[in-house]
T-cell receptor, first 114, second 110 residues
Framework: DSGVTQTPKHLITATGQRVTLRCSPR?????VYWYQQSLDQGLQFLIQ???????AKGNILERFSAQQFPDLHSELNLSSLELGDSALYFC?????????????FGPGTRLTVT | TQLLEQSPQFLSIQEGENLTVYCNSS?????LQWYRQEPGEGPVLLVT?????EVKKLKRLTFQFGDARKDSSLHITAAQTGDTGLYLC??????????FGKGTRLSVIA
């Protein structure tokens, strides 16, 4: 158990819909990272927050947005969903920021768009 | 174009065999991380290699960072069924986010 929790574990929704994925980092971790994992693209970095502020942005679509709240939990919002958005979404957390910081991954949310 | 290429993509071996998987790039990394991911779980960090030529051992797993810091290998001795999983390498360059390879999916059969 990494100490990072993600809800829900599975999510099935239709195209055009909007969903929110939630992540609670390990106690004491200030950084939260979101990743998307699909079979053809592998694990892709989406976005990072550090202590409530956006720190780094990766291959995140404009239809996707995220935020980190004062209690440090984070939410990833996916809107106007398309079939291609079906994937595993992982949240990771670390104490510090920067690529060298050891990241602890949650169990992921499996999103299926039908 | 994938920045980190992992090979082979799939590997199925018998318990007790040895294996090596590779992580290659044309870019230089300040460090490289190896993760193992089991079905239904998130990746778990196994090791970080930092110095060119560095070799790190974790029980039956041996990790090597290339001299030029562009590639790495993971060697498993006497594989066990518990080694089954997806092995991912991830590169660190400056302060940019981690870059992951697509992984090697290992299946160890009893």
């Amino acid at each position: 158990d990494s100490g990072v929790t993600q809800t829900p574990k599975h999510l099935i929704t239709a195209t055009g819909q909007r969903v929110t994925l939630r992540c609670s980092p390990r106690s004491g971790d200030l950084s939260v990272y979101w990743y998307q994992q699909s079979l053809d693209q592998g694990l892709q970095f989406l976005i990072q927050y550090y202590n409530g502020e956006e720190r780094a942005k990766g291959n995140i679509l404009e239809r996707f947005s995220a935020q980190q709240f004062p209690d440090l939990h984070s939410e990833l919002n996916l809107s106007s969903l398309e079939l291609g958005d079906s994937a595993l979404y992982f949240c990771a957390s670390s104490v510090q920021t920067g690529a060298k910081a050891e990241q602890y991954f949650g169990p992921g949310t499996r999103l299926t768009v039908t | 174009t994938q920045l980190l290429e992992q090979s082979p993509q799939f590997l199925s071996i018998q318990e007790g065999e040895n294996l090596t998987v590779y992580c290659n790039s044309s870019s230089v990394f300040s460090s490289l991380q190896w993760y193992r991911q089991e079905p239904g779980e998130g990746p778990v960090l196994l090791v970080t290699v930092v110095t060119g030529g560095e070799v790190k051992k974790l029980k039956r797993l041996t990790f090597q960072f290339g001299d030029a810091r562009k590639d790495s290998s993971l060697h498993i001795t006497a594989a066990q069924t518990g080694d089954t999983g997806l092995y991912l390498c991830a590169g660190v360059r400056g302060n940019t986010p981690l870059v992951f390879g697509k992984g090697t999916r290992l299946s160890v059969i009893a």
